[in-house]
């Protein structure tokens, strides 16, 4: 929509081109659209790495493509149920588009909360849950990791005791009978 903007912008194709009430609804509905689906499949994506890093054993249960079309579907749905007064507010005037003031406000609300704050709160939120999650199963493996090596420490000090134990009783029998050694 911003290429269309700026191609118009510059070369003046509106100028020649008839602007009519459709081509302004269609243009500010592909708009308002494009901002409100941009964000939300970002959280989509969000929430699919959340629950791959949370659930990880039952992500293939969660995470399917039937699930995740039907997810996208509805924000799609939602995102045209939200897109519809535009399509009765927005008018052709004097070769421009131009809304109420009405729709001013209800677009504001729109871009306001439900593109920008929403979907960066929900961003972040997810976020903080998967680094916290990422952090705990690190320590979880470093707790694995550290028993294993001290296990493997404990192994061989008790190889190194009976090493002894063997050598101080073969030393032992070597000074009583000094033929053999």
């Known amino acids: 929509m911003r290429l269309i903007q700026e191609t118009d912008r510059i070369f003046i194709l509106l100028s020649s081109t008839p602007v009519n009430d459709t081509f302004c609804k269609i243009e500010s509905s592909i708009h308002i659209l494009a901002m409100l689906l941009s964000t939300w499949l970002v959280v989509g994506l969000s929430l699919h790495r959340f629950v791959c890093v949370h659930f990880p054993m039952t992500r293939g249960r969660f995470c399917t493509r039937k699930k995740a079309i039907v997810v996208c579907s509805t924000m799609l749905g939602i995102s045209i149920v ?3 007064p535009i399509v009765f507010k927005v008018q052709a005037v004097n070769e421009q588009c131009v809304s109420s003031d009405e729709l001013y406000y209800y677009l504001a609300v729109i ?3 439900i593109a920008s704050s929403l979907p960066c709160v929900a961003i972040l939120v997810l976020n903080i849950l998967i680094i916290i999650q990422i952090r705990r199963s690190n320590a979880f493996r470093n707790t ?3 028993a294993r090596s001290h296990s493997a420490n404990h192994h061989m000090h008790w190889c190194m ?3 002894s134990v063997v050598a101080f009783a073969v030393a032992s029998r070597c000074d009583e009978s000094s033929i053999i050694c």
């Open 82 to 84: 939200l897109i519809v």
């Open 111 to 113: 871009r306001l909360l």
């Open 144 to 146: 694995f990791a550290r």
């Open 161 to 163: 005791v009976i090493k």
